[in-house]
């Protein structure tokens, strides 16, 4: 059974660096075909995609958050990090991260981490 | 970007009936649309890929419609852990992108 779980800090102060780590397990990226993205979604709001990562290492990021994220993964650790700059309070969102398996057409995720709330305040 | 469109934005319903959720996209996305249930405090479940390709273990009364740019997700039957916020999200082309959301509430 493919599972996903987000780690980090629940509350992180203005200006500062987020740095969020999904492990999963009974999958590899390695595979070009398989990818881990992050979604977030503020209290009460919709769900916002912010980055994938493919197993050959491709990344994508969301146009408008692209200054601000850094994707990577370590394939022997079975992690993807999930970086962004320059917090703000309406970053406040619950992070997930997700799998897109190789047998899955495009971009949809079909597994869920649980999610992580992050707090950005002073 | 790709803006996605849901309509209603909420809707109430009685256990037994059927709804329709619509999604319109910006621009044409293919058959590149796929749905999700949330529940509250829960991360989304993928329910339709691809359209109206339904994912293993969905029941069946969840079915998916469209393509180009309008897009149908319909309940028949609806159960009481149907209840929840539904969203489209279209995987044609990045950056990927989700609707607003519909949320489904008992009547």
Redesign the interface.
């Known amino acids: 059974q493919i599972t996903l779980k987000e780690s980090g800090p629940t509350l992180v102060k203005p200006t500062q660096t987020l740095t969020l780590t999904c492990t999963f397990s009974e999958f590899s990226l390695s595979s070009g075909e398989v990818a881990v993205?992050w979604?977030r979604q503020p209290p009460g709001k919709?769900?916002?995609?912010l980055a994938?990562i493919y197993g050959n290492d491709d990344k994508?990021?969301?146009?408008s958050l692209e200054t601000r994220l850094t994707i990577t993964k370590d394939t022997s650790k079975n992690q993807v990090v999930l970086t962004m700059t320059n917090m703000d309070p309406v970053d406040t969102a619950t992070y997930?991260c997700?799998h897109r398996g190789s047998t899955?057409?495009?971009?949809?995720?079909?597994y869920?981490?649980?999610?992580t709330l992050v707090t950005v305040s002073s | 970007d790709i803006q996605m469109t849901q309509s209603p934005s909420s809707v109430s319903a009685s256990v037994g009936d059927r709804v329709t959720i619509t999604c319109r996209a910006s621009q044409g996305v293919s058959a590149w649309v796929g749905w999700y249930q949330q529940r509250p405090g829960k991360a989304p479940q993928l329910l339709i890929n691809t359209a109206s390709s339904l994912q293993s273990g969905v029941p069946s009364r969840f079915s998916g419609s469209g393509s180009g740019t309008d897009f149908t997700l319909t309940i028949s039957g609806l159960q009481p852990e149907d209840f929840a916020t539904y969203y489209c999200q279209q995987a044609n082309s990045f950056p990927i992108t989700f609707g607003q959301g519909t949320r489904l509430e008992i009547k």
């Open positions: 993205g979604i919709a769900l916002e995609w994938s994508f990021y969301m146009p997930y997700a899955m057409p495009r971009g949809f995720f079909n869920w981490g649980q999610g």
